[in-house]
């Protein structure tokens, strides 16, 4: 059957063509060798910058809607198809739409001969940034295309690397200044990564906002810095251009070949999101090489959020209460205790407040963990004041708790439930979570005071120190951090600047507690210093109830 296609004449195929293109979104196309003339259904008119949908004088005509950098590799396709070294054609390029901007398609088709003679070429065109409309955008391919690609590529890996570009808050430049505004920026933003590329580096558009290029030409992490500035050049170069419209940054994750040991187009592109992720996260408009360690670490903590997860929806389970004694520092009696909470992980060690605390904040499951802590705390308050009635429980509040919950009027419901008057707690918050004039911290403070809840600025003299604070927060107490402790034992200028700390924070009559003491020694040099309270290891390290009773109450 075969043999007899040259008996088929392109006036019929045009025929064909014209009663086919109503059911059909792609082109059907015929080119006719013999006569130089093309034929492509004739709603291509309506999406390409061709002349018509017929025309001759073909190679010449192309010039006019084919991309101009594809064109080469166009004509040598052609060429090899003429002279019969090529039987099929299959090629991606990019043809011009009605705004003249670049469309990638697939072209495709068939050359049919007559012995050696070509014909004519019979075919089909399609849109590749059909299936993903976003690509057209920016005029590149997209993340199915880079997976094709990546498919070929040899492994292990040539030398090289893979550089996932992102831009910061893009959803920003959507939100501020429109859909079609942030269209363009991402068309620009792909003209000046294209700009600063060479041709033997790839450039996909793999989601909506990050792009990523290829380079397996040997280069290392070195290399891919220096692309990522010049990058960074151009796109404040157009930032510059359309005079500060919209100003955004780009931030870049590097993934040198030599990292890799998974090959799969899924793993590698897991390792490349995490670079782009870890140079956002480190303050964006910035790159970030690739490193194990940090991978294995945030794998690490992956795997904690998950097991913080499954704690909670089992009420809590894992989860421990342990409680600080705090003492009155001139008296060297008990004054109360802080609530601390620690983590038993389900692999079996027991995992620090540092590490698990900032992720129970990102989660949110802070909320319902503090709840619990609460319960814990107040429960035993409760008992530990049949023997001693003014002890003080103090409770440790994160700022999510007071932002996304209503902690304080939970705070107050606890205590009444359980008997204990508002004035023996004491809500402990973190300076550095602090807002100012955060309309939930003036609520905050207001629902205490009114409640005769004491509240303890925590963590003081950790670098968030504003002394604004103690006019904004009124605080009952400021709790100095063990790390300005340590210094203030260590350095005379430091512990000057304490002394003044503590005797201004007493002039307000305010209390001050010193947390961290470890000796016999640091307690006497503190002493001097005349705080209210006193906190550290070397009155007691934070431990379980049933400890605490037997090491304090009894
Ligand atoms: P923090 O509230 O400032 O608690 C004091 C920390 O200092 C505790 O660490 C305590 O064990 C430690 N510490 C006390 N005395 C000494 C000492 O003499 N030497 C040394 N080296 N350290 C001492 P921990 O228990 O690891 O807690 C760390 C932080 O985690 C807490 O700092 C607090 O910010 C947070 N945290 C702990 N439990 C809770 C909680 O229930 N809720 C919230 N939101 N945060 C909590
Ligand atoms: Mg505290
Ligand atoms: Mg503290």
């Not at 932002?403 to 304080?408: A, E």
Request: glycine content about 6%; hydrophobic content about 40%; charged content about 25%.
């Amino acid at each position: 059957m075969e043999q007899n296609f040259h008996e088929i004449t392109v006036e019929q195929l045009c025929k064909v063509i014209n009663l086919l293109h109503p059911c059909m979104d792609d082109y059907l196309y015929v080119y006719d060798f013999i006569n130089d003339f093309y034929y492509i259904s004739p709603h291509a008119k309506q999406r390409f910058c061709i002349p018509d949908n017929t025309f001759h004088d073909v190679v010449a005509s192309h010039g006019l809607f084919v991309y101009p950098a594809d064109l080469a590799a166009l004509q040598e396709d052609l060429n090899a198809l003429l002279e019969g070294r090529r039987q099929f054609h299959n090629l991606e390029y990019r043809w011009l739409d009605l705004d003249r901007q670049p469309v990638w398609i697939n072209c495709r088709g068939y050359v049919v001969r007559d012995q050696e003679k070509a014909l004519y070429m019979i075919g089909c065109i399609n849109e590749i940034g059909a299936a993903q409309k976003a690509d057209n955008v920016s005029g590149l391919l997209g993340s199915s295309s880079l997976q094709t690609y990546m498919d070929t590529v040899p492994v292990p890996f040539p030398d090289g690397y893979l550089l996932h570009l992102g831009l910061d808050d893009f959803k920003e430049i959507n939100e501020k200044l429109g859909i079609e505004y942030g269209d363009t920026v991402l068309r620009q933003t792909a003209e000046c990564i294209s700009k600063c590329i060479f041709p033997s580096q790839k450039l996909y558009r793999t989601v909506a906002d990050e792009f990523l290029i290829l380079d397996f030409q040997g280069g290392s992490c070195k290399d891919a810095k220096a692309l990522y500035r010049a990058i960074q050049r151009e796109i404040i170069h157009f930032v510059e251009e359309c005079r500060y419209e919209a100003v955004f940054t780009i931030s870049g994750g590097i993934l040198e070949s030599s990292k890799i040991k998974d090959y799969s187009f899924y793993d590698v592109m897991k390792l490349s999101e995490f670079s782009l992720n870890e140079a956002k996260r480190q303050g964006k408009n910035r790159c970030y090489c690739f490193c194990q360690e940090d991978y294995e670490a945030f794998l690490k903590r992956k795997k904690l959020t998950q097991f913080l997860r499954q704690a909670v929806y089992q009420d809590c389970k894992g989860f421990e209460a342990y409680f600080q004694p705090l003492f009155h520092a001139r008296t060297n009696t008990l004054y109360g205790a802080e609530t601390l909470m620690r983590f038993h992980s389900p692999e079996g060690s027991m995992v620090s407040p540092v590490e698990f605390i900032p992720i129970l904040e990102e989660t949110g499951l802070i909320i319902p963990v503090g709840r619990w802590i609460l319960e814990q705390a107040l429960t035993a308050c409760k008992c530990i004041m049949e023997t001693i009635p003014d002890f003080r429980i103090s409770i440790n509040v994160s700022y999510v708790q007071v932002i996304k919950s209503d902690i304080i009027n939970e705070i107050v419901s606890a205590a009444n439930a359980h008997q204990v008057p508002p004035a023996n707690v004491i809500v402990e918050l973190t300076e550095s979570g602090l807002l100012e004039s955060n309309p939930h911290f003036t609520r905050l403070l207001a629902k205490l005071r009114e409640n005769g809840i004491r509240l303890a600025l925590d963590d003081f003299g950790t670098g968030y120190s504003n002394f604004h604070y103690l006019h904004d927060l009124r605080p009952d107490i400021i709790k100095i951090d063990r790390s300005f402790t340590a210094k203030a034992l260590a350095n005379e200028y430091e512990y000057n600047l304490l002394d003044l700390i503590s005797k201004m924070v007493h002039t307000l009559n305010l209390n001050v507690c010193v947390e961290g003491i470890e000796t016999s020694n640091e307690r006497n040099q503190i002493q001097n210093l005349a705080p209210d309270y006193i906190q550290g290891f070397y009155f007691g390290k934070p431990c379980p109830y049933q400890q605490f009773t037997e090491n304090y109450i009894k």
